[in-house]
């Protein structure tokens, strides 16, 4: 099956700096998602992306599908952005339609004030 | 608040209990999933559900019962368990089961004692 690693596995910046966290996988997706977990477990939706650049205020995301990576961007770092990030990749198809959302390992962004 | 609701939130438990997790989503979708999320590793897809019909059922010990009995409720069923069924469990709604959007809940924190 389709294999997802992050990198890198732990991240500390100051506020203010920019960050980029990766996302490899091993075959081809058809579809990807990153989601930031919050300390108390919840998994927040950040970008739902097959191909191609998505922004959302100071987040964006870029997936190149025939190179088999995302990227996810940060700028201008908050605190409140610290937390474990997650990309995860729809696998094969299944035959009554449901197929597996393979998780990476993540990777842990500290904000420093 | 992403649509999908997860009680209790926190659940210690001794192995010989049985107890119920509960989830709920009110985005009007299809699909319903749980998944397992141990310490230090990645997410593990359990159990999905494809308009009320168990479609994934990913080696899980049969300690673990799943149960759907409409498109916007998931229960599973926890007894006998062992102290390495800690975990948080999360469960997560989508559109249907191909390649859509997974929305997930505040997730259940279970300590088996």
């Known amino acids: 099956g389709i294999q997802v690693e992050q990198s890198p596995p732990d991240l500390i910046l100051q506020e203010g700096a920019n960050s980029t966290l990766r996302c490899n996988f091993s075959d081809s997706v058809n579809n990807l998602q990153w989601f930031h977990q919050n300390p108390w477990g919840q998994l927040i939706n950040l970008f739902y992306i097959p191909s191609g650049t998505k922004q959302n205020g100071r987040l964006s995301a870029t997936t190149v599908a025939t190179e088999r990576y995302s990227l996810l961007y940060i700028s201008s770092s908050q605190t409140t952005d610290s937390g474990v990030y997650f990309c995860?990749?729809?696998?094969?198809?299944?035959?009554?339609?449901?197929?597996?959302?393979?998780f990476g390992q993540g990777t842990r962004l500290t904000i420093n004030p | 608040e992403t649509g999908v609701t997860q009680t209790p939130r926190h659940l210690v438990m001794g192995m010989t209990n049985k107890k119920s997790l509960k989830c709920e989503q009110h985005?009007?979708?299809?699909?319903m999933y749980w998944y397992k999320q141990s310490a230090k590793k990645p997410l593990e897809l359990m159990f999905v559900?494809?308009?009320?019909?168990?479609?994934e059922n990913n080696s899980v010990p049969s300690r673990f019962s799943p149960e759907c009995p409409n498109s916007s409720h998931l229960f599973l069923h926890l007894h006998t368990l062992q102290p390495e069924d800690s975990a948080l469990y999360l469960c997560?709604?989508?559109?249907?089961?191909?390649?859509?959007?997974?929305?997930f809940g505040p997730g259940t924190r279970l300590t088996v004692t």
């Open positions: 995860a990749a729809h696998g094969e198809i299944k035959i009554q339609g449901a197929q597996k959302l393979v």
């Open positions: 997560a709604s989508s559109l249907r089961g191909g390649f859509y959007e997974q929305y």
């Open positions: 559900y494809n308009f009320k019909e168990q479609t």
């Open positions: 985005l009007g979708h299809n699909a």
